[in-house]
């Protein structure tokens, strides 16, 4: 079966760094998806990655391996805004997307 | 604002009503979708249509009726609704055919059923 896991709840500090990971195991592979989701809100798409390496943009990096199967998604000098869920999706050979249940991340001042 | 609309934002409804919810995309999107949110769950993609067509139903019971009259609209037909079927309903709009498939989506509709 195809799986995506990512930590149910994370807690940080208002300025420090954090990092949110993804695992999966799809039959395939046509990209990865971040989205963030502020409660109550629409998902909002953060970042895709298709080759290995890390995508940066501004205070939001994320990284893939392929061959690990694994993903990540950093946070840097880390805002109260950011409080909300962060949803991992991969693409897979059929180009169907596949979740995962999302990483509830709390910001405390 | 992510330019897709969704209402109603909330709606409780007793098991033998019949509502519908309701998906405006202003993109110019050829691709539009009905997710189910439940909590702490991943997203469950329940209908796909492109281009008018319904090109995907993932085993959704028939409780649940999709309708898409055109390539901005999209609704979604509730009727004999079972209390498990309380979640957030989301809708999604996309532009097939590029490299992303990046999907856009709405705030999503508050299903309770009692």
């Known amino acids: 079966g195809q799986n995506i896991d990512q930590p149910t709840e994370m807690t940080a500090t208002e300025g420090a760094i954090v990092q949110i990971n993804c695992t999966y195991q799809?039959?395939?592979?046509?990209?990865l998806f971040w989205y963030q989701q502020h409660a109550g809100e629409a998902p909002t798409f953060l970042s895709y990655?298709?080759l290995d390496g890390l995508e940066e943009k501004g205070r939001f990096s994320s990284f893939l391996s392929r061959s690990k199967g694994y993903s990540y998604l950093l946070l840097k000098e880390l805002q109260m805004k950011d409080s909300a869920s962060y949803l991992c999706?991969?693409?897979?050979?059929?180009?169907?997307?596949?979740w995962g249940a999302g990483t509830k991340l709390i910001i405390k001042p | 604002e992510t330019g897709v609309t969704q209402t109603p934002r909330h709606l409780v409804m007793g098991m033998t009503n019949k509502k519908s919810l309701k998906c405006e995309q202003h993109?110019?999107?050829?691709?539009m979708y009905w997710y189910k949110q439940s909590a702490k769950k991943p997203l469950e993609l329940m209908f796909v249509?492109?281009?008018?067509?319904?090109?995907e139903n993932n085993s959704v019971p028939s409780r649940f009726s999709p309708e898409c009259p055109n390539s901005s609209h999209l609704f979604l037909h509730l009727h004999t609704l079972q209390p498990e079927d309380s979640a957030l309903y989301l809708c999604?709009?996309?532009?097939?055919?590029?490299?992303?498939?990046?999907?856009?989506f709405g705030e999503g509709s508050r299903l309770t059923v009692l």
């Open positions: 999604a709009s996309s532009q097939e055919g590029t490299n992303t498939g990046e999907l856009f």
């Open positions: 993109l110019g999107h050829n691709a």
């Open positions: 249509y492109n281009f008018k067509e319904q090109t």
């Open positions: 799809t039959s395939g592979f046509n990209g």
């Open positions: 990655n298709v």
């Open positions: 999706a991969v693409l897979d050979s059929n180009y169907q997307l596949i």
